[in-house]
């Protein structure tokens, strides 16, 4: 059966966007996205949707402007929302911590140590940004962490608590919506995780350097290491395996997850399987077939956008190339990264069978192949974001569902 293609959606308002890396259903159901821009100094990220309607992207606000914080203001900016998406389903609102990596304007590096304690220059820090999707209007912008960014973010929606991990310190941290109040429970390690999950309990899991599960229980309030580890490739140590992308199981009761490694597994992870639950390694889910005599990037490796669905089956991206790639510079016979591609994989969670879904190919010989998040609209298709190439946009994969899909029975992502 032939594969399907992805329609891509750029940037056209914000050509400069380099990256997509928060791609979130809303309590809307509608796709939201932020296009970042961390190449270039004096920029801020703009949050941009689809319109159904119209079937193109509409730019609803700008983070610079709706924190506070003008990308003018000679210091580094508020460039872009990394994972840093977080629904509240009950008021409506849409959450969105924002993160740093681009310079001031005029500048053409960024250093955050260095410019840490820079009355004029220094970032100011991430901000938390309200944004009502009822009435199309941002409510407020408030301080979240200072003078760091927020690499990601979760919301404990009944507890109306958040928990995020900041950078460049990498400390974990719980803040109180209602009282404004920031804790910060210690750090983590040296290596920023990509993600913080949820369980039906409301506890919070991330992970430390080497892969190891971190639990933070709201009722101890206190972190704890697990015994448990992400699964790895043999010949790995362990280090760097961090977890990228991480969703639910429509019925809740375990999840799905990817790390930021090479030659990525996919997981399986039962929180509630035991005192400290049970992590299950469902095999390698990027490219099989590879050179070991030559080291390959995370940007080449990659696997990610897990989403579930109308249909129960999960979904996620993963990068493919002709084996014996090299990277680095291009050298005469060998394959470089523009060779990559980027495939839709459909998973029968229940089977565990995989198929080949569908093609990402923004059309224009670009990279196509790295997504960041996924997510499922109100009418049942797919999205994703795309990274490494300018400018940024998002994918959008027909489902062709007769009928929109039951809200109770999709939750949404509670976590970027």
């Avoid at 910060?184 to 350097?209: E, F, H, K, M, V």
């Avoid at 390698?284 to 070991?292: C, I, N």
């Avoid at 591609?341 to 198929?355: A, N």
């Avoid at 569908?358 to 192949?369: K, Y």
Wanted: glycine share 10%.
């Amino acid at each position: 059966m032939a594969l399907q293609h992805a329609r891509f959606y750029p940037y056209e308002q914000v050509p400069v966007s380099d990256t997509t890396w928060s791609l979130h259903a809303g309590p809307d159901r509608r796709i939201y996205s932020s296009a970042c821009i961390e190449g270039r100094g004096g920029c801020a990220a703009v949050i941009a949707r689809y319109n159904d309607e119209a079937d193109a992207l509409e730019y609803v606000f700008d983070v610079g402007e709706a924190g506070g914080d003008p990308p003018d203001s000679g210091r580094a900016t508020q460039c872009k929302v990394h994972y840093g998406f977080a629904p509240d389903a009950r008021e409506g609102i849409l959450y969105a911590a924002t993160h740093a990596s681009a310079p001031a304007l005029g500048d053409f590096f960024f250093n955050i140590n260095a410019d840490w304690g820079d009355e004029l220059k220094a970032f100011r820090g991430s901000v938390l940004i309200a944004y009502d999707t009822r009435e199309d209007r941002v409510l407020w912008g408030r301080p979240f962490l200072p003078r760091e960014g927020c690499r990601c973010l979760a919301y404990d929606e009944e507890r109306r608590r958040f928990y995020a991990v900041g950078w460049p310190r990498n400390h974990f941290f719980g803040y109180d919506l209602d009282a404004g109040e920031l804790t910060d429970y210690g750090r983590l390690g040296s290596i920023n995780p990509q993600a913080i999950w949820l369980d039906s309990c409301r506890r919070a899991y991330t992970t430390n350097d080497y892969g190891r599960i971190v639990r933070f229980d709201p009722e101890r309030d206190r972190l704890e290491e697990l015994s448990l580890h992400v699964p790895r490739a043999p010949y790995m140590s362990g280090w760097h395996t961090i977890v990228y992308d991480i969703v639910a199981s429509p019925e809740e009761e375990c999840l799905y997850g990817i790390p930021w490694c090479n030659q990525p597994h996919l997981f399986r992870h039962w929180p509630l399987d035991g005192p400290e639950g049970r992590i299950e390694d469902l095999g390698p889910a990027s490219q099989k077939e590879r050179d070991l005599h030559h080291p390959i990037s995370f940007f080449r490796d990659h696997v990610g956008g897990l989403v579930f669905g109308p249909d129960g089956m999960l979904h996620y991206c993963v990068a493919r190339w002709e084996p014996g790639a090299v990277e680095g510079a291009h050298i005469p016979g060998e394959q470089t990264t523009e060779h990559i591609t980027g495939v839709v994989v459909q998973m029968d969670p229940e089977t565990l069978e995989r198929r080949d879904l569908a093609i990402l190919d923004r059309g224009d010989g670009l990279p196509s192949h790295y997504v960041s998040r996924g997510a499922m609209d109100r009418n049942g298709d797919l999205f994703f974001g795309n990274v490494g190439a300018v400018p940024s946009g998002i994918f959008r994969l027909e489902m062709g569902c007769a009928e929109p899909p039951e809200p109770a029975r999709h939750p949404l992502r509670p976590w970027g």
